[in-house]
Structure formats: structure tokens, C-alpha cells
């Protein structure tokens, strides 16, 4: 074969190859991007609805430990359809509020902040009269997994800041079973 000819057919296959796998990669990149546009349309109409029934629970109707500052949980619905779920959660050294948002029972949005007490230095204590916004992450989830986080910040005590779909989802069912159970829901 001369070689002439036989290089220009090994760098069209190898160019056509490169093309193909980097479509892919733009194809799917505009997918979450695609996503992730819809899923802020979501969240933004469940947060306009005006319609949406809501249900608040404090302390002692929340099953599990006291908290040291309290906790309560805040649920958006609409006849048997919950929306919305809004956790604030008084620790001994933050308060940590979670919103999720959901479509058919499940997940697709979860927005976390903590806020701290900042250090009292001259004490050796926290000064629990105010706070500081430490950590804030919003994720976007299809399917039960993670797609994209956006955050900012770390949390005061934990290692990794952001949290994976598993602890996210097992909080948010946990709120959900607590949410359905005062409300009388069926699964």
C-alpha cells in the first residue's frame, strides 16, 4: 500500500473518532445543563405557589432527640402531593436549615446552609446572640444521584462540607415519613 495514501485514511478514522467521543461529551454536558435549567423552573414555581397548604411541626412533634436549640420542620402540599420540606436544625455551635424539593415523592433539589455561632475568644465560649453564614450548597439531583453541587464555604465540624445523595435522600425520607405520618398519607 503506498504510504502516502495510507496516512491520510489513519488520520480521518483517528480524526472521526475524535469527533465522535467529544460529541458525546458536548451532548451530554448540555444535557445536565438542560436539567439543571428545569429544575430551577421547578423549585422556582413550587416557591410562587401561593395555593400550597402548609403544615408546621416543632420540637416535641418531631420524633428522635432534643435538639439543644430546637428543630422544626415546615411542609408545602397540596391535597396528598407534598412539595416542599423546610428543616431548621439548632445545634449547640449552628443552625442548619435544609429545604428539599420534590416531584412525585422524589428529590430533585436540596438546599443546605449552616450558620454558626462565632467564637467568643476572650470567653472561651460561642456567642449564641448571633450568626455567620459558614456553608451553603445546593444540589441538583435526577434519579436519586447528584448531578451538579454549587457551594460555598465549610461547615464547622465535618470534614467534607458537601453531602452525598445517600445522606441526602435518608433525611429527606426521614422528614417525608414524619411529614406523611401527621398528615395521614399513604405511600
Known sequence: MNKSYYFPIVYRFSFSIALMISSIFICYGQSKE????????????????????????????IPGPALDNGQSLTAFYKGNTI?????????????????????????????????????NEAKATLDHSKTVVAFE???????????????KGKKRFEGTSVM????????????????????????
Not at 100 to 116: A, G, R, T
Not at 141 to 150: A, Q
Not at 174 to 186: E, F, Q, V
Open 164 to 187: 452525598s445523595a445517600k445522606d441526602l435522600l435518608t433525611i429527606a425520607n426521614d422528614y417525608l415519613a414524619i411529614i406523611k405520618s401527621r398528615l395521614k398519607i399513604k405511600k
Open 83 to 119: 412539595y416542599k420540606i423546610q428543616a431548621w436544625v439548632g445545634l449547640s455551635y449552628a443552625i442548619r436549615e435544609y429545604e428539599f424539593y420534590l416531584k412525585d415523592s422524589q428529590v430533585f433539589f436540596v438546599y443546605e446552609k449552616e450558620s454558626d455561632f462565632p467564637s
Open 137 to 151: 450548597a445546593r444540589y441538583y439531583l435526577d434519579k436519586d444521584k447528584i448531578i451538579d453541587v454549587k457551594s
Open 34 to 61: 438542560a436539567k439543571i435549567k428545569d429544575i430551577r423552573s421547578l423549585f422556582q414555581k413550587i416557591n410562587s405557589d401561593n395555593t400550597l397548604k402548609v403544615i408546621k411541626l416543632e420540637n416535641e412533634d
